[in-house]
């Protein structure tokens, strides 16, 4: 089966301004020489700490920013060379659910205004015919048509959440990034989210990439999982693999890491300490070098490219 969505070797460095650089400010080096495939109909998870750069991939795969070096292949055309044609009726194929749904919704628009505006522009509905459409919209994400011209500040956050989900769903795409979606929501209102985008994605057959920095949820909701440090991917493979035989350190610390749901069951004492910017990686070394307790000598001074251990299953670290 022909990917839907392809990353080759994406990297992306922010430079700063030159007052910035008069001030001893760096080079961040956000993502770095990252590659996966999606298949259609698949969800691909991507887990890891903040500031690992998952929301900048996500970000680069719809062309909201501009990657330094890398291609990003859409139904095999590279979407890094679309003019603004091209790009354009990229839009409409390739969708976004923000994390904060409050921020996302124009305050001065009615909910009627913010979820028709892409139907309007793509010519799929107008008028009577796009109310309609938009009031089925919002009964399938489980609100009521008459909210149609209320204005974001009457909602809960889970409400506005929904909105949100319904207004990248009002253009029919074919791949949506849903950069932790839930996060901003309550505890009790997460769940209901996460299963209403899970059923939605199996009843529009739509791609996903869904990015999170939960490994429950990222289990919850992928077919496959990518595991991100520090602007690299340290490891790939399907959920079950992962979850059964984690290979990489990280990889296995964010599973020790997660709160056990057995009762009178502690966590693991081997999660790594310190923080994701406790310290820059090793020139030329591998990035989980600084708190990784398996490193050796090799882990400083080379990266370990992402090797198959079994099939589907890659991890890049030199003590596996």
Request: aromatic fraction near 8%; charged fraction near 20%; include cysteine.
């Amino acid at each position: 089966m022909k990917p839907l969505v392809e990353v080759r070797g994406l990297t992306k460095h922010f430079h700063p301004s030159r007052l910035w650089i008069l001030a001893g400010a760096k080079v961040t080096k956000a993502v770095e020489d990252v590659s996966f495939v999606i298949e259609p109909g698949q969800v691909l998870g991507m887990v890891g700490e903040s500031g690992c750069g998952k929301t900048t991939i996500g970000r680069l795969v719809l062309r909201l920013i501009e990657p330094t070096v890398g291609q990003i292949y859409f139904e095999g055309k590279d979407v890094t060379t679309f003019d603004a044609q091209e790009l354009a009726a990229y839009r409409r194929q390739a969708q976004i659910i923000f994390q904060n749904p409050f921020a996302s919704l124009n305050p001065r628009r009615t909910i009627e205004s913010s979820l028709g505006i892409g139907m309007e522009v793509y010519g799929l509905a107008a008028g009577a015919e796009k109310r309609e459409r938009l009031a089925a919209l919002l009964q399938r994400v489980g609100l009521s048509p008459d909210m149609l011209d209320r204005f974001p500040h009457e909602f809960s956050g889970g409400q506005r959440q929904r909105l949100v989900i319904a207004r990248s769903l009002s253009v029919e795409p074919k791949f949506i990034v849903a950069d932790e979606p839930v996060s901003a929501l309550d505890v009790s209102i997460q769940a209901q989210v996460l299963n209403l985008v899970r059923d939605l994605q199996e009843d529009f057959n739509f791609t996903m990439l869904f990015i999170s920095h939960d490994l429950r949820t990222i289990y919850h909701m992928s077919d496959h999982i990518a595991v991100m440090y520090l602007g690299r991917l340290v490891e790939f493979a399907h959920k079950q693999q992962l979850y059964e035989n984690p290979l990489h350190p990280y990889t296995q610390a964010l599973t020790a890491a997660a709160p056990s749901l057995v009762p009178g069951q502690t966590l693991n004492n081997k999660i790594i300490k310190g923080d994701v910017w406790d310290k820059p990686p090793p020139p030329g070394g591998c990035v989980f070098y600084h708190r990784c307790a398996l490193a050796i000598p090799e882990c400083e001074h080379l990266v370990q490219e992402l090797v198959e251990k079994e099939p589907g299953h890659t991890v890049a670290c030199w003590r596996v």
